[in-house]
């Protein structure tokens, strides 16, 4: 696994919704930043993948101290999430069936069952595989004014979630066609459906949080403080 897995953590974006002085992702949970958070639980997971940082070119905030990987490289982030992947697809010379991840930075909740889990699926699913949780919510449509016009069956609708783990010559093919197509992507897996593929749904923990408004930071820090007295009392109890 050690020499086929490449993770790829998007952390170029601004996060302007969070209306903050920095990028969110260097903003503080607990005494770490978002992005030091994220990275250390992909690496307790794996912690001999390589891992490709993509990151603004004017970024001031990052510290490679942050990064707990032995093989990793800075590439320069694009103006969306997807170009953003796709440099850092270009800028790595692996065989075409390594495994590639992509997970937000703003998801530091993540956990090393869920990553196993994704990995798993992903090698035995040729269209890959993302993480994902059934929607459990009665679903609204809105009409321009943000009135209820109508109630949607969420029979088979699942949130999307990361990691998304893909073959690296199906996820760099996917993407370039979004692009030279002009397909709307919002995900690597809406790219691998665009060619007419469909990655493997991984049902994964309800607590993967992603950082998007201020109240989720504390949110984050009380989702990640459960899961360490989890932990705890798991071990304690082997």
Not at 43 to 65: G, I, M, N, R, Y
Not at 124 to 132: M, T
């Amino acid at each position: 696994m050690s020499h086929s897995l490449w993770l790829i953590v998007p952390a170029a974006g601004q996060g302007k919704r969070m209306g903050a002085d920095k990028p969110k992702q260097y903003l503080s949970l607990g005494e770490k930043p978002i992005l030091a958070h994220t990275l250390s639980r992909l690496h307790q997971a794996f912690p001999t993948a390589h891992l490709v940082l993509c990151l603004d070119s004017d970024d001031h905030w990052f510290k490679p101290e942050w990064v707990p990987f032995s093989q990793w490289q800075r590439v320069a982030g694009g103006a969306e999430r997807m170009d953003s992947v796709l440099n850092a697809l270009h800028a790595i010379k692996v065989p075409e069936n390594a495994m590639v991840m992509v997970h937000d930075v703003a998801r530091p909740c993540i956990t090393s069952s869920d990553l196993w889990a994704l990995y798993d699926a992903a090698q035995q699913h040729p269209s890959g595989a993302l993480l994902a949780m059934p929607v459990a919510d009665t679903m609204k449509r809105a009409n321009a004014e943000q009135l209820s016009a109508a109630t949607e069956p969420r029979d088979r609708l699942w949130h999307a979630l990361t990691p998304q783990a893909f073959r690296y010559a199906l996820l760099r093919r996917a993407l370039e066609y979004a692009v030279a197509n002009h397909c709307m992507v919002t995900d690597e897996a809406s790219a691998v459906e665009a060619l007419g593929q469909a990655p493997k749904l991984v049902s994964g923990r309800r607590d993967n949080l992603k950082i998007t408004h201020p109240d989720d930071l504390a949110l984050a820090a009380a989702i990640m403080a459960s899961q360490v007295a989890q932990s705890s009392e798991s071990e304690r109890s082997c």
